[in-house]
């Protein structure tokens, strides 16, 4: 197997797994009376624990300098609180007030929100390609949030809330942890977030205590922790290995794909044709920031840069 077929197939591996992820949770949220926060709560404690040993067994130098150098340790909480935790429960409550398909989608325009950022600090307008993906991405949202009628919503001002909220936090998480990610590992910093994202909420986690839930429910939440958090992550960052950042943004939108084919297929969800249009327009923007069109239109002064995340 070459090493770009690898990559690929690492990278549409960890999207997927993520997909899956999302369509268990809202599994879980329709069938029973599980609380949002705690599901956030134990799977950022447990896969914070499980990543952070293994970075410690990776590269325990790493740990060791991030705990104990006090601006490291403020990035890394900032990242912790206002990232980590912030993009994986407002994504999980958006999940559960809308579906896993919209969710997903949603979070997708994180890249708009980063380009306005930039521009608005930096003080310099957007490229024509930013300005295209921005245009583009309201044009989906419109689809998305009102079925393409003025007037009218087809999802919930709760739903849209914390959709809308899902994509802010989701760019909180690609920025914030930006100067950490120049000195440490990625597998030690989004570890040790986790970790301390888990511990602030431990409260919650010993308040609700443990639901009842029938054996079949229980495997969901540990493939969620295990599969959808764990595995997906760490395929993620093997892909990048060995395949550009360009390929494995293009190849992320495997996540809503599969999220909708199992919430269609297996959790009789309905989306529209307008949603499914709405929802392909914001999933173009994230090909369009990937995609290097300096080498495809010829443009002599067009300056790409790849903005990453993860939920």
Known sequence: MSKQLKGILFAAGGASLWGGSGAAAQYLFSNTTINTAWLVSLRLLTAGILLTLWSLWKSPDQIHELIHSKSNLKMLVAFSIFGMLNSQLTYFLAVKYSNAPTATVIQYLQPVIIIVWISLASHKWPRRIDCLSILV?????????????????????????????????????????????????????????????????????????????????????????????????????????????SVTGILSAFEPLVATILAVTL?????????????????????????????????????????????
């Not at 393409?148 to 998480?173: D, N, Q, R, S």
């Not at 395929?235 to 060995?242: P, V």
């Open 137 to 245: 991405a309201l044009v989906g949202t419109f689809y998305l949030v009102t079925g393409g009628h003025f007037g009218t919503l087809t999802l919930t001002p709760t739903a849209i809330f914390w959709g809308v909220w899902c994509a802010f936090a989701a760019a909180f998480y690609t920025m914030l942890p930006a100067p950490l990610l120049k000195k440490f590992d990625a597998l030690a910093v989004c570890g040790l977030a986790m970790l301390v994202s888990g511990i602030i909420m431990l409260p919650v986690l010993i308040k609700n205590g443990w639901p009842s839930l029938t054996t079949g429910q229980w495997w969901l939440i540990v493939y969620i922790i295990v599969f959808g958090t764990m595995f997906s992550y760490t395929l993620f960052l093997q892909s990048i290995r060995y395949v550009a950042p």
């Open 267 to 311: 959790l009789g969800t309905r989306l529209t044709v307008a949603a499914i249009f709405g929802s392909l327009l914001i999933l173009l923007t994230t090909v369009m920031q990937s995609i290097p069109m300096n080498k495809i239109l010829g443009l002599r002064h067009f300056h790409w840069r790849h903005l990453w995340h993860h939920e």
